[in-house]
């Protein structure tokens, strides 16, 4: 009996220590996903290299790196609304997420962000379990075919532009933004930190950079109204599922961003209310792509994303355990989402859009010298024009994901 009760304690005791790194790892996920410019692959690879000369259980580090990357995809929509809001007269060409900020409906912006990422996070679950052993039946298949099934998925997203113009400005953006990357992404970067590489600055330039450009012209952030959910609960829920097939694109296919699939997820979520649509998708496959590349990891031995990268550099514990520590990160950041996001956008209101901006710029250029030295600063500035073209063309920014999908197809 003393020996049950002393196994049984030995149980607890593991427990409580798990749940203290997974909860240590929330706190990492906040604060990278809070501040503007940390991408969520260059963050997991720096934890992946300081892993090793950390004290503790290899089971816990591994849970903190899991949590602190799921935290990050739902906490990064919130500089993502709070910064780089344009002015009104250009609220056409916006992000969706920045258009309901326009409209005053950033903290609704916010609630719609949380449940698409916590609905994607509970649909894909059980959904990972057969779409892996799928994957895995086909794996030499899937490898041999990775070059048509990018071109496919590109071919696809051009053609969403509907218009022959602007079909030819987003071949002419997939083109441009690969021979960016092929320009960029085998070449040796000296930074001050052994991780992230290039990615920092080509990320940050090309999705960055413009966006605060263009807000540094505009208002700042107007005054937010009730958090009241204007989009039907079919219509959320629609979405999440979307981003959920979205994530699985994400999470066995390289070179395809979330926004590349919640944007080819879109017209399977119905057409009501699109920029709703498109914040639920997209934080819904953003999410689901971290439980799908965690399945990817463990089953193929196949990692998709940095967190996954980190996550076989630390050497990651049973299944089990990796899940229940996704599900608890999922919780607690699905509460953090409008807590701290309704906090950063009243913040944000009070400060003039050109000093975010310049401030946002600033903190990129050093996080870009950081990682890749002084050439990353010239990467970054060379992604930037490169990344204020969408808007000007009238064009998604998504096909700048050919950044890495034609090195990919030609490599």
Same mark, same amino acid.
């Given at each position: #009996?003393v020996? /049950?009760?002393?196994?049984?304690?030995?149980?607890?005791?593991?427990?409580?220590?798990?749940?203290?790194?997974?909860?240590g790892?929330?706190?990492?996920?906040?604060?990278?996903?809070?501040?503007?410019?940390?991408?969520?692959?260059?963050?997991?690879?720096?934890?992946?290299a300081?892993?090793?000369?950390?004290?503790?259980?290899?089971?816990?580090?591994?849970?903190?790196?899991?949590?602190? +990357?799921?935290?990050?995809t !739902?906490?990064? $929509?919130?500089?993502?609304?709070?910064?780089?809001?344009?002015?009104?007269? #250009?609220?056409?060409?916006?992000? %969706? &997420?920045?258009?309901?900020? @326009?409209?005053?409906?950033?903290?609704?912006?916010?609630?719609?962000?949380? @449940?698409?990422?916590?609905?994607?996070?509970?649909?894909?679950?059980?959904?990972?379990?057969?779409?892996?052993? @799928?994957?895995?039946?086909?794996?030499?298949l899937?490898?041999?075919?990775?070059? !048509?099934?990018?071109?496919?998925?590109?071919?696809?997203?051009?053609?969403?532009?509907? =218009?022959?113009?602007? #079909?030819?400005?987003?071949?002419?953006?997939?083109?441009?933004?690969?021979?960016? +990357?092929?320009?960029? @992404?085998?070449?040796?970067?000296? *930074?001050?930190?052994?991780?992230?590489?290039?990615l920092?600055?080509?990320?940050?330039?090309?999705?960055?950079? %413009?966006?605060?450009?263009?807000?540094?012209?505009?208002?700042?952030?107007?005054?937010?109204?009730?958090?009241?959910?204007?989009?039907?609960p079919?219509?959320?829920?629609?979405?999440?599922?979307? &981003?959920?097939?979205? *994530?699985?694109?994400?999470?066995?296919?390289?070179?395809?961003?979330?926004?590349?699939?919640?944007?080819?997820a879109?017209?399977?979520?119905?057409?009501?209310?699109?920029?709703?649509?498109?914040?639920?998708?997209?934080?819904?496959?953003?999410?689901?792509?971290?439980?799908f590349?965690? !399945?990817s990891?463990?089953?193929? /031995?196949?990692?998709?994303?940095?967190?996954?990268?980190?996550? =076989?550099?630390?050497? %990651?514990?049973?299944?089990?355990?990796?899940?229940?520590?996704t599900?608890?990160?999922?919780?607690?950041?699905?509460?953090?989402?409008? $807590?701290?996001?309704? =906090?950063?956008?009243?913040?944000? *209101?009070?400060?003039?859009?050109?000093?975010?901006?310049?401030?946002?710029?600033?903190l990129?250029?050093?996080?870009? &010298?950081?990682?890749?030295?002084?050439?990353?600063?010239?990467?970054?500035?060379?992604?930037?024009? $490169?990344?204020?073209?969408?808007? =000007?063309? +009238?064009?998604?920014?998504?096909?700048? #994901?050919?950044?890495?999908?034609v090195p990919?197809?030609?490599?």
């Amino acid at each position: #009996m003393v020996g /049950d009760l002393l196994a049984g304690l030995w149980v607890v005791d593991r427990v409580g220590v798990l749940l203290a790194y997974t909860l240590g790892g929330v706190a990492l996920g906040t604060v990278s996903g809070l501040v503007p410019g940390i991408h969520a692959n260059a963050f997991a690879l720096l934890l992946a290299a300081t892993a090793p000369t950390l004290s503790g259980p290899s089971a816990g580090v591994a849970v903190a790196v899991l949590a602190a +990357g799921v935290t990050h995809t !739902f906490l990064d $929509v919130v500089p993502a609304l709070a910064l780089g809001v344009p002015d009104a007269a #250009m609220a056409a060409g916006s992000l %969706p &997420g920045h258009r309901l900020v @326009l409209g005053g409906r950033g903290r609704e912006a916010l609630r719609l962000s949380a @449940l698409g990422s916590g609905g994607a996070l509970l649909c894909a679950l059980p959904v990972a379990v057969p779409l892996t052993a @799928l994957v895995r039946r086909h794996e030499s298949l899937l490898s041999t075919s990775l070059p !048509f099934l990018l071109v496919g998925v590109f071919v696809l997203l051009v053609l969403a532009e509907r =218009r022959p113009w602007r #079909m030819v400005a987003a071949a002419f953006l997939v083109l441009l933004s690969g021979a960016l +990357g092929l320009a960029t @992404l085998d070449r040796p970067f000296d *930074g001050f930190v052994a991780v992230g590489g290039v990615l920092t600055p080509l990320f940050g330039g090309l999705f960055g950079v %413009p966006v605060l450009v263009d807000a540094a012209r505009g208002s700042g952030v107007p005054a937010q109204d009730g958090v009241e959910l204007a989009a039907r609960p079919s219509a959320v829920g629609r979405a999440a599922v979307a &981003g959920v097939a979205g *994530g699985g694109l994400v999470g066995y296919l390289p070179g395809v961003s979330a926004g590349v699939a919640a944007t080819l997820a879109l017209p399977f979520a119905g057409r009501e209310d699109p920029d709703r649509t498109y914040v639920v998708a997209t934080s819904g496959a953003n999410t689901a792509t971290a439980v799908f590349a965690l !399945f990817s990891l463990v089953a193929l /031995d196949a990692p998709r994303t940095g967190v996954t990268v980190a996550l =076989r550099a630390v050497g %990651p514990p049973p299944l089990a355990t990796l899940l229940t520590a996704t599900v608890v990160a999922g919780v607690v950041s699905a509460v953090l989402v409008p $807590v701290l996001g309704d =906090r950063y956008l009243a913040a944000a *209101g009070q400060v003039g859009p050109r000093t975010t901006s310049l401030v946002a710029c600033g903190l990129l250029c050093l996080l870009s &010298g950081l990682f890749a030295g002084v050439g990353g600063v010239v990467v970054l500035a060379a992604a930037g024009v $490169v990344g204020l073209l969408p808007v =000007r063309l +009238g064009v998604r920014r998504v096909h700048l #994901m050919g950044v890495l999908a034609v090195p990919l197809v030609v490599g």
